[in-house]
Every structure is written in C-alpha cells, then in structure tokens.
C-alpha cells in the first residue's frame, strides 16, 4: 500500500469511503424523481395549514413535543415572524445576576435572563455580575450607533464610476428624503463611498430608534436603490442591494474602528480582595492570561480580542427575541485588563456591533417579552439601556471565565455541573 501524506491520513476515513467508483458515482448523481413530503403552498399561519403539516410529521415525531396547546394558541402572535408555522421549540431559561450597570441608559441592579441548553454558562455569568455589583457596578456608554446597507454598482470603465460618484455626493438630501418616505423611525444619518476600480459601493448608515433594524434599513435602502437606477447620469452595467460590504451577519473588522449596531465599552475596577473572594485568583494572574492569550488571537488571525462573548449574546438574543444571526458579528470585540495603582484589576470590554431593539422582530412574542420585562426594558426607549446592559453581560462573563482559567476551575465546573 502506497504512503499517505499528511493531508491524504487526515482524510483517511473519506478516502475509505469512495474506494467503489460505481458507488459513489450512484450515491452523488442528481435525482430529479418527485420529493416523497411536500410543503402547503401558503406559507402563512392558519388551522388548516398546520393540520395539513402535521398530516406527514406524525408519524416522524410526537406532535405535542412541538405543538403543545400553548403553542397552538399563539400561533396567530408568530405570522410576522415564521413562515410555515409547525410549533415551537421551548429552550430552559435561567437568570444571572444581580448585574449593576451605571450607564448612560441603563441605571439599575438588572436580572439576566440567558436562554442555552449548555451548563455552567448561566452560573458564570451570575459569578460575573455578582463580582461587579459587589463592586458597585459597571460603568458602560454608548459610544455610537448605525446600521448599514451597501449598494453596489459596476461600470465599464473607472471613469465612468468616477463620474457616478461625482453625481451621488450631490445627492444627499434626495437620498435622506427618499429613504426616510419609507419608515416614521429611520433617518438616514450618513452615506460613504467606496471605489475599487470600476466597481462602486454606497454606504448608508441609519440610526433605528428602538428597533434594530436590519429590515427598516434594507427597505429604506432599497428605495434610494431605485432613485439611483432611474436617475443616474450614467447607467450602471450591474448593479446589486447589497455589496457585502456591511458585514451583516458577519464577523468583520471595518466596524472595530466603526460601528455596525450600537457600541458600547463597560468597564469596572475590581479590589484585590474581590478578585480573591469571588474568582480565587490574582490581577496579575489573570492579566498574564489575557497578555497570552491576546497573542492566540494574534496568532489565530481573529478580528478583536475577547474570551467568549458569543456564549452572552447568544443566550441573551434568544431569551429577549432579538435577532440571533447577529451574534456572528456582534461577538467581536476587545476585553482589555490591567493591574491598577492599587493592587487591584481594571477591565474593560468594547463591543462596536451590538445588534439589540427593544420593539420590533421578536421583542413582542410572549416569552421574549417577558424576559425583557423582567429587566424593564421592553418598547419605546429602551434600545440604548438594554445594549449597554448586554456589554456589562459580556464583560461579567470575561471576568467569570478569565478567573476560572487562571484558578483552574473551568474544566472543574462544567464536570459538576454539565454531567
């Protein structure tokens, strides 16, 4: 038998598998017979669709699991927010906390609810926020806020974009009044604009009040598109929405210096005393861990610096009905710690894409809204607390589980608690 290279013993178990050629070639070739289950054709909520569902999943799954009698009564909450309505999943949710911010916004000793099937995640991040309210809180303030979309256009030649852009920047206040007709809470706060050759993209940031806005800011975008198409001086030879130049539902490092969402920085200072009592660690334990490991970043070539802020966000967006593909870029940052004049540590985190509303998507749903009550901050108003409340969340947990590496409790904790 020949030698494998390296990459051939990694794939060894594939190689295995396709060793018969007739069989593979019958296992990937294309069928084009009629699929055995077909969806209703409306995708809308109603008795009857989802009887028609439920007529070929019965004998799949147990119908009550996913349509239990709660679920079949609200169903008619879900129309704006599901197509093809089967049911609804039901995920445990816990409470962290209490949290004290002491931010621009948010001003209270806040109650976390955190939505994850994952143990010992919920009981670091109650560590974390009882260290900071120990500590008499966290500072946070909002620094920025927008939300983008990104047209783009393609012309023959680079002059052509040259006198395209020529004509665009003359087009402000059209483009404001053009996107604006279209939602009573966006205002188009400002357009960049970016040249690669003979390819050109707009940049159109909004700010969304209370919402988060992905939906608002694409409608709006969309309408300006259309001025664009039926009144530039010169016509574009393609011409596309969304360039992917937004960083929608992507991690991207153009919004580390930026904002996509709302940006926050929370910090707090922490006594020796603290550190000792609730992590059984030191300062300067925990800030060679995060001098080490800023270089595994380094290394690793990720956008930001931050221990795990997806494990907040995304058990913080599920349980308060936000958009939860937005944790892939709302989860880049930077946490940063030091030891103070006085023995103690200083930590900081700044999360430039947080992607919250508090009205809107799924803040009205009856759990989601809820778990918003429960922090007091669900409707008009509210947006910029609960994205300072989520960046002391993060910052909570980056203390919680920084301590935990540098005491060697992490592998421990989730032995007891996960099994």
């Known amino acids: 038998m020949p030698k494998l290279n390296l990459s051939q013993r990694r794939n060894k178990p594939v190689f295995s598998q396709v060793s018969d050629t007739n069989k593979l070639e019958k296992l990937l070739t294309p069928?084009?017979?009629?699929?055995?289950?077909?969806?209703?054709?409306?995708?809308?909520?109603?008795e009857k669709n989802i009887t028609k569902r439920w007529e070929k999943l019965t004998s799949l799954t147990d119908k009550n699991a996913l349509l239990d009698s709660q679920s079949l009564n609200d169903a008619d909450l879900y129309n704006k927010n599901i197509e093809h309505y089967i049911g609804t999943v039901k995920l445990p949710v816990g409470i962290a906390g209490p949290l004290r911010v002491n931010g621009l916004n948010a001003q209270n000793d806040f109650l976390i609810p955190l939505a994850t099937t994952e143990a010992a995640l919920v009981a670091s991040y109650n560590r974390g926020s009882q260290l900071i309210?120990?500590?008499?809180?966290?500072?946070?303030?909002?620094?920025?806020?927008?939300?983008?979309?990104?047209?783009?256009?393609?012309?023959?030649?680079?002059?052509?974009?040259?006198?395209?852009?020529?004509?665009v920047v003359t087009q402000y206040d059209h483009f404001k009044q053009v996107?604006?007709?279209?939602?009573?809470?966006?205002?188009?706060?400002?357009?960049?604009i970016n040249v690669d050759?003979?390819?050109?993209?707009?940049?159109?940031?909004?700010?969304t009040g209370d919402a988060s806005g992905q939906n608002m800011v694409t409608i709006a975008t969309n309408e300006v598109f259309r001025y664009i198409l039926e009144h530039s001086p010169i016509e574009p030879k393609d011409a596309f929405l969304d360039g992917n130049l937004s960083g929608d539902k992507k991690p991207n490092a153009h919004t580390m210096r930026h904002v996509r969402g709302k940006k926050v920085s929370a910090d707090v200072h922490l006594s020796r005393q603290l550190v000792e009592k609730y992590l059984h660690t030191t300062p300067e334990a925990m800030v060679k861990f995060g001098q080490m490991t800023t270089t595994g970043a380094a290394l690793s070539g990720g956008i930001g610096v931050n221990a795990h802020y997806a494990n907040a966000l995304a058990a913080f967006y599920i349980a308060c009905g936000q958009d939860a593909a937005c944790v892939a870029e709302s989860a880049i940052g930077m946490t940063r710690m030091e030891v103070s004049e006085q023995g103690g540590l200083y930590a900081c985190v700044t999360l430039p894409n947080l992607m919250v509303g508090t009205v809107g998507g799924g803040t009205s749903l009856p759990s989601q809204k809820a778990c918003l009550d429960i922090m007091g901050l669900h409707g008009n108003g509210k947006a910029k607390?609960?994205?300072?409340?989520?960046?002391?969340?993060?910052?909570?947990?980056?203390?919680?589980?920084?301590?935990?590496?540098c005491a060697d409790h992490f592998s421990r904790a989730h032995q007891k608690l996960a099994r």
């Open 31 to 46: 069928r084009f017979k009629r699929p055995a289950v077909r969806l209703t054709p409306s995708p809308y909520i109603t």
């Open 133 to 167: 309210t120990a500590a008499g809180g966290a500072s946070a303030i909002l620094l920025n806020e927008g939300v983008t979309r990104t047209p783009v256009f393609a012309f023959q030649h680079l002059a052509d974009a040259g006198q395209f852009v020529s004509w």
């Open 179 to 192: 996107a604006e007709s279209t939602t009573s809470h966006g205002k188009l706060h400002d357009i960049n």
């Open 197 to 207: 050759g003979n390819q050109v993209y707009l940049v159109f940031e909004f700010h």
């Open 385 to 405: 607390a609960l994205a300072e409340v989520a960046a002391s969340l993060c910052l909570a947990g980056e203390l919680s589980i920084v301590g935990a590496f």
